[in-house]
């Protein structure tokens, strides 16, 4: 790996070097660097680009990382992803995109995820999108997650874009199980003239199921965002959406929460907030030294984490 290769996977995966146990790490269309064992292994795909990941059951307290980095332009990548985890087990997945076009061309990458979760596994999944490249470039980002829940099984979804991503159409599909749990946290920054498109569609199909879907974002300059849930509740149920938006100088933010309960035991709740930053808070901030981009930075940092 190179210095911009070794600054990519720091950057969306906090890589600082080859990663100890099961890993694959993939660069411009190839696999650049893997690893696995029994309990977690990685088996590339034959008949498409990707990689089969399989958990053990049982298997806890390990970590396995999944980036993906492209250093060329007028590069399109696409990789299908399935992640077997077995019953009973708990472990982390840090996966997340990092482009560098050096091109005033498109570079794209469009990971398609399915996870089949076994009863009362658990997984805490981390995707971090980053961006980057010479003035005009397009940094371009597509990726579908597919999510089926069995009994008792939790995912936990945190999914970080927080700069220099052109265009971004993220979609999310899951189907929840008994007594499963589904919870996203999406943190998103846009500027310039960037575009980024959420769409959420979770079915709660079984007794007892649970969604809790938080996104907060921050529009900057003139760029656009927009925000779909469809949350279906199909049993005695909870889902709970939440969309929070922060809107600076030209740009702008659509949130469009549904709701379908088709069950008298299905509770839905779903919120969505647009607004400026208040005034009080800049002005506190500045009266302890800051300048007011200073202060309006470190309003958006906490609104964020």
Do not use: W
Request: hydrophobic letters at 35%.
């Amino acid at each position: 790996m190179d210095k911009l290769d070794r600054e990519l996977l720091e950057k969306i995966a906090d890589l600082h070097g080859i990663p100890e146990g099961s890993f694959n790490i993939r660069k411009n269309g190839e696999r650049l660097a893997a690893s696995s064992d029994d309990e977690v292994s990685i088996v590339q795909k034959t008949d498409k680009p990707g990689i089969d990941i399989i958990v053990a059951a049982g298997v806890k307290g390990k970590s396995v990382h999944i980036p993906v980095i492209l250093t060329k332009g007028g590069f399109h990548d696409t990789v299908y992803n399935d992640f077997f985890i077995g019953a009973d087990s708990d472990v982390t997945i840090v996966a997340g995109c990092g482009i560098h076009n050096p091109s005033k061309g498109e570079a794209e990458h469009d990971g398609v995820h399915t996870f089949h979760l076994a009863p009362n596994s658990r997984v805490r999944y981390i995707e971090r999108h980053y961006g980057e490249g010479v003035k005009g470039s397009k940094r371009v980002f597509d990726p579908v997650t597919v999510v089926e829940l069995d009994e008792g099984a939790v995912l936990e979804m945190e999914t970080t874009q927080l700069g220099g991503v052109t265009y971004t159409d993220r979609r999310t599909d899951a189907v929840v199980g008994d007594g499963a749990k589904l919870i996203v946290k999406e943190k998103l920054l846009t500027s310039g003239e960037e575009k980024a498109i959420s769409r959420f569609r979770v079915e709660l199909k079984g007794a007892e199921s649970t969604c809790d879907i938080v996104s907060r974002s921050v529009a900057r300059d003139r760029s656009s965002q927009e925000f779909y849930s469809d949350v279906i509740g199909e049993n005695s149920c909870f889902g709970h959406v939440e969309c929070d938006g922060i809107i600076l100088d030209g740009a702008r933010i659509v949130s469009t929460p549904q709701i379908d309960a088709a069950h008298p035991d299905a509770s839905l709740v779903h919120e969505a907030a647009v607004g400026k930053i208040a005034g009080e808070q800049l002005v506190k901030l500045m009266s302890l030294g800051l300048t007011e981009k200073e202060a309006e930075n470190t309003v958006i940092k906490g609104f964020l984490n």
